[in-house]
């Protein structure tokens, strides 16, 4: 596809329960960035790749959360025993530039809706 | 520490009028700034950037560094201008303001 892809679109979780988020960043984007986003709130920075490396994870809140891009493409976030302070959307965004070369525009997926029940 | 304050959640005014969405931000170093904005069951997409000095879709920002300031400004509000607007700072990585939800009203 032409953007940046992101599945489930939704997805309820049972508290306790692990879920797996995936982004399919655009074609030859290196920099990919997720960010939660909170009812009413703005997105919030999770973590960074550049490639495969995970230049900044500053943002993952906890222990439970976990990101990776073993090949440079494709991303999963993946959150691990769920709790209801984990519902949120979380975003993926891509970017062609590298972090430091000019502002480089991120473009946006839709979205992954996760419900903790 | 970085950080971006859009201090009104809701901006309502009638088509035709002045719209300004405030923004402010916190960084000690050189920031690039940007807007933007999510259409009704749209994707958040890129507005504009500071650097590029541009008018898109009649919207201009302009960077006040005495300020720590880059609103966003239009002088004739249209309905199709109607969604959610974020600022958002980039340094060492691109934090987003909580956003500034534009109610352009007939």
């Known amino acids: 596809g032409a953007g940046v892809s992101q599945s489930p679109r939704y997805k309820v979780a049972k508290r306790g329960q692990d879920v797996a988020l995936r982004c399919d960043p655009i074609?030859?984007?290196?920099?990919l960035f997720w960010y939660q986003q909170a009812l009413g709130q703005g997105p919030e920075f999770l973590t960074y790749f550049q490639n495969e490396a995970q230049l900044d994870k500053s943002g993952l809140p906890s222990d439970r959360f976990f990101a990776e891009r073993p090949e440079g493409s494709v991303s999963t976030l993946k959150i691990q025993r769920t709790q209801q302070e984990d519902s949120a959307v979380y975003l993926c965004a891509s970017s062609l530039v590298r972090r430091g070369l000019g502002a480089g525009e991120l473009f946006f997926g839709e979205g992954s809706r996760l419900t903790v029940l | 520490a970085q950080r971006v304050t859009q201090p009104e959640k809701l901006l309502s005014v009638f088509k035709g009028a002045p719209v300004e969405l405030k923004c402010n931000y916190s960084?000690?170093?050189?920031?690039?700034l940007f807007w933007y904005v999510q259409y009704s069951r749209q994707r958040l997409q890129l507005l504009l950037r500071?650097?590029s000095r541009e008018s898109i879709k009649g919207f201009t920002a302009d960077l006040n560094k005495g300020e720590t300031s880059f609103h966003l400004k239009k002088p004739f509000a249209q309905e199709e201008d109607s969604a959610m607007y974020y600022c958002a700072l980039r340094a060492s990585k691109i934090i987003f303001g909580s956003g500034t939800r534009l109610s352009i009203r007939p």
């Open positions: 960084y000690s170093g050189s920031p690039e």
């Open positions: 074609s030859g984007h290196v920099s």
């Open positions: 500071h650097i």
